[in-house]
Each structure stands twice: as C-alpha cells, then as structure tokens.
C-alpha cells in the first residue's frame, strides 16, 4: 500500500512568491494534517483537515491557508513567503476512528531566498 | 497550554546496548496520548510506540517500550538491544484525548548508535 505522498520534496521560492504544497493520504484515511518543521526544531501543528472541513489550526497567520478536497487528499497554501518559512512542510494522515498515531509522509523541504 | 520538553539534545549507545530518552510534560489534562516518534534522515516521522494516558501499564513494542509516571508527568523511551538502523532523531509528542487532532511536540534528541 502506498503511504503518504508529498509533493514536490523539495522547491526553493523567493520572498513574496505563493507555494502551493500537496498531499495524498493513505487509502482510506479521512483527516489529513499539515505540520511545519524548522530546521533543529520538532513540528509545529499548521492544520488539520477531516473530510473536507477544518477541524483546527495551530498559531500561523492568515497567510497559510489549506483545503482537502473530495478524494481526502489536501493541499497548504502559503501566500507572500518569508525567509522565516523555510522549513520542512510535513503531511500526516491518519483513521478518524481511535487514535493509532499519525502516519506522516516524508516531507516537502521549502527554501524562501 | 500543553508542553513537551526533551533535555536531551544528543545520546549515544553502544550496539546492542540499552539507552533511555527522556521526555517530560506539562498538562492539566487528564485524559491524553503520549507518543514517540523516530525521524531518520528520510525525514520520514515513524510512529515508535504510544501510551494512552488511563492506561497504567507500560507500553512495549519489541526492542522499544516505555516508563510513563502520570503524577511526574515523564514519558521515558528505553531501547534494548540497540541497532545501527537505531539512529535518528526521536520525538516525544503529547495529543489531547478530545478536540482537535492536534500533536504537541518536544525539540527531539538525536540518538547515535556506535558501532
């Protein structure tokens, strides 16, 4: 079965451009999340998604925006970027029913010159 | 609002030794999930093992198993028999049992396994 898929794995962008990151979730997993990992940090909750509607945000301004479309899988926008958002973008997946822990797939690395 | 904290940056372990990463946190929860996860340089996050929160029993998954104190609010990972394929960073995450789906991590420790 596939896993997480993340794309591009790696983009470098310049300050005040818009990136659009996407995700596929594991076959049959409903909510989608979207982290943010800065280099020497651990990661840090941007969204999280459940069959197509926002169930939460974490602390990161309007100028991240996501949405999950009708076959669950997700896509986060960040609009007028910041060298400050240079980071590894992570996806995670995961069954609404209980909680057996996120599958995350392995990343898109965003450079902002 | 919820804390994890992992003091320790950097471990290493001898193969086929046993080392223990630390993980403390903070919370006025009650009910809650505890989590380590392990990113090598795949940077892929691989769930390690969980523990909920009323379970008093230690969780175990082979090589790797957990001390959970409630009252101390400490979450320590132990891995026996340490393989190469061992190292990576290791993250402690904390997930509360109601609301939104959300992962609260530590800042990880890096953990290397000397051959």
């Known amino acids: 079965d596939a896993g997480v898929t993340q794309s591009p794995t790696h983009l470098i962008k310049t300050r005040g451009q818009h990136v659009t990151l996407r995700c596929s979730p594991i076959?049959?997993?409903?909510?989608v999340s979207w982290y943010q990992q800065v280099l020497g940090q651990g990661p840090q909750f941007i969204f999280q998604?459940?069959?197509?509607?926002?169930?939460g945000r974490g602390n990161f301004p309007d100028r991240f925006s996501a949405r999950q479309f009708p076959n669950y899988s997700s896509e986060l926008n960040v609009n007028a970027l910041l060298l400050g958002d240079s980071a590894l973008y992570l996806c995670?997946?995961?069954?609404?029913?209980?909680?057996?822990?996120?599958?995350f797939g392995s990343g898109t690395r965003l450079t902002v010159v | 609002a919820q804390t994890v904290t992992q003091s320790q940056p950097e471990m290493s372990v001898q193969e086929a030794e046993t080392v223990t990463l630390s993980c403390t946190y903070d919370?006025?929860?009650?009910?809650?999930?505890l989590f380590w996860y392990k990113q090598p340089p795949s940077r892929q996050m691989i769930l390690v093992i969980r523990?909920?929160?009323?379970?008093?029993q230690n969780a175990t998954e082979n090589r790797f198993s957990v001390n959970f104190q409630k009252a101390a609010k400490s979450f320590s990972l132990k891995i026996s028999d340490s393989q190469l394929g061992d190292a990576a960073m290791y993250f402690c995450?904390?997930?509360?049992?109601?609301?939104?789906?959300?992962?609260?991590f530590g800042t990880g420790t890096r953990l290397k396994v000397l051959a």
């Open positions: 076959s049959g997993h409903k909510s």
């Open positions: 995450a904390y997930r509360s049992w109601a609301g939104t789906y959300k992962y609260i």
């Open positions: 998604y459940y069959e197509k509607e926002e169930r």
């Open positions: 919370t006025s929860e009650s009910d809650y999930y």
């Open positions: 523990q909920e929160a009323y379970k008093q």
């Open positions: 995670a997946s995961r069954r609404q029913e209980g909680d057996y822990g996120y599958t």
